[in-house]
């Protein structure tokens, strides 16, 4: 019997095209990776995050779906299982979804592109963020190279809403795409690479906030 509570982080944002489940499958890989019973649930009607399972095939993370209202029997059943490392992956638009996902989770993460149209929808997050009182990351994603304006511009917008920055951001990188489209992702198909990097960097940082 596990001793203790799964570890169970939130990608949430209103945006499809955010890089949810990217972040998910990426992160929850690393877990894996680090020997840790590693899980993504996947409330996504569009199962992507389930469906990157399929073609992954017999590897590690399990990935399963949850409707949003039956997630924390779902957490409850992995927990069970020895399951000690959750990534909750989310729909766009779905308020409801976003929030039994930030009410389960130790730790929010954001993934946003610094764009205006982008920063904007996160009004609504950060209103569910801050009612529901949980430690909340806005994390940069498919960041144009050279774009320090952008980046300065969209961490002042999270501020202004409430919301705090994630100090590791994720540029705009092929490997990304390119590995979630076979199953794999970024360090799988290219462990040297930028992306990979990424990745590594944002998994020590996760790994401070939740210790
Ligand atoms: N940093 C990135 N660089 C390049 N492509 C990315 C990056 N992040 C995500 N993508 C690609 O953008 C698309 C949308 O990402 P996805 O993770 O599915 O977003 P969401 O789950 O928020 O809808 C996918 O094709 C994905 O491979
Ligand atoms: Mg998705």
């Not at 095939?57 to 490392?85: H, Q």
Request: some cysteine; proline content about 7%; aromatic content about 4%.
């Amino acid at each position: 019997m596990p001793t203790s509570q799964p570890k169970t982080i939130a990608i949430v944002s209103q945006k499809g095209g955010s890089g949810k489940t990217t972040l998910a499958v990426h992160l929850a890989t690393r877990a894996a990776q680090a020997g840790l019973e590693s899980c993504v649930i996947d409330t996504d009607p569009q199962a992507t995050a389930a469906a990157w399972s399929d073609w992954r095939g017999d590897f590690l993370p399990v990935v399963v779906t949850s409707p949003p209202a039956r997630l924390g029997r779902t957490i409850e059943s992995a927990s069970k299982n020895g399951v000690d490392f959750i990534v909750i992956d989310t729909p766009p638009h779905a308020d409801a979804a976003a929030r039994e996902a930030i009410k389960a989770a130790d730790i929010v993460l954001v993934p946003s592109k610094p764009r205006a149209f982008d920063l904007h929808a996160l009004e609504p997050i950060a209103d569910l963020i801050s009612f529901a009182k949980k430690p909340a990351y806005v994390v940069l994603n498919s960041v144009p190279a050279g774009a320090t304006v952008l980046s300065e511009d969209a961490r002042k917008s999270a501020k202004k809403m409430g919301l705090k920055m994630c100090s590791v951001s994720l540029g705009d990188r092929a490997a990304f795409h390119r590995s979630s489209a076979k199953g794999e992702t970024a360090a799988e198909i290219d462990p040297d690479g930028k992306a990979a990097k990424e990745i590594e960097k944002l998994w020590k940082w996760l790994n401070k906030k939740l210790a």
